[in-house]
Nanobody, 121 residues
């Protein structure tokens, strides 16, 4: 059963922007930590941005200053605003959550299926 569903991926040119959304289908994640991950072909999955239950945010060094994670609890939706996109941002992007708030330990119990982002030079 899919609990999280991503959308908003697509193909853009370098320097462009995209906003990814992650909608929760049943469970309310307003008190949960959530994050965006990405995985490019042949590379390991990496955590791109995380928002904790206290609304503190953290970002991978590669996206700091370009990506912004946010959430709308009323809509039960997580967002990732991506600006100044680079070809190296090309990957499948996944959202994840952990209702027990173990994100800082790298533990996420709920995952989406991903949305593809492709950035051309």
């Amino acid at each position: 059963q899919v609990l999280l569903e991503e959308s908003g991926g697509g193909s853009v040119q370098a320097g462009g922007s995209l906003r990814l959304s992650c909608a929760a289908s049943r469970y309310t994640y307003s008190s949960s930590c959530m994050a965006w991950f990405r995985q490019a072909p042949g590379k390991e999955r990496e955590e791109v941005a995380r928002i904790d239950s206290d609304s503190s945010r953290s970002y991978a060094d590669s996206v700091k200053g370009r990506f912004t994670i946010s959430r709308d609890n009323a809509k039960n939706t997580l967002y990732l605003q991506m600006n100044s996109l680079k070809p190296e941002d090309t990957a499948m992007y996944y959202c994840a959550a952990d209702p027990v708030n173990r994100c800082r330990s790298g533990i996420y119990s709920d995952w989406g299926r991903g949305t593809q982002v492709s950035v051309s030079s």
